[in-house]
C-alpha cells in the first residue's frame, strides 16, 4: 500500500508501517537540534603557553556565555584555574563581564595580566 498525496503510509505486504508522511509533507520525527554558535578563540600570554594554542574555532551551543566557553578550556587544561581570577575576557575587541552571551562569529580573547615597569 502507498498512498501519498497529502498524507498517507508505506506499508509491506503484512500491513506493517514502514514509514508514516504527515498531512503536511514534511517530516517531522526528526528530532530538534540546538544550534550551535563558531567563535574564533584567542589566548596571550602564559594562558597562550599553558595551552599551547594562540587561537582556534570552537563551537558553543546557543545561549553560552564566556564563562561557560572558559569552562571547556578549564577541563581541557586544568592549570588554568589558577589564572581565572586574574584573566580579563574580550568579545569582539571590547572587555566583557563573564556572563556576557556569546554570537556567531564572535572573537573571544583570554587576556592575563600584564605587567612591566
Not at 589566548?43 to 599551547?52: D, H, K, L, N, Y
Not at 563551537?59 to 564563562?67: D, K, R
Request: charged fraction near 20%; glycine fraction near 10%.
Amino acid at each position: 500500500m502507498v498512498s501519498y498525496p497529502f498524507g498517507g503510509f508505506l506499508t509491506r505486504g503484512t500491513g506493517t508501517v514502514l514509514a508514516a508522511r504527515s498531512a503536511s509533507g514534511y517530516n517531522f520525527s526528526v528530532p530538534h537540534v540546538l544550534p550551535n554558535l563558531r567563535v574564533k578563540v584567542l589566548f596571550f600570554g602564559r594562558v597562550r603557553e599553558i595551552t599551547g594554542i594562540a587561537e582556534e574555532a570552537a563551537e558553543v551551543p546557543e545561549g553560552a556565555s564566556l564563562a561557560d566557553l572558559f569552562e571547556r578550556y578549564l577541563a581541557r587544561f586544568p592549570q588554568l584555574a589558577g589564572f581565572r581570577a586574574s584573566l580579563v575576557a574580550s568579545r569582539n575587541q571590547e572587555f566583557s563581564a563573564w556572563d556576557t552571551r556569546l554570537s556567531r562569529d564572535d572573537e573571544i580573547a583570554f587576556l592575563p595580566p600584564v605587567s612591566g615597569g
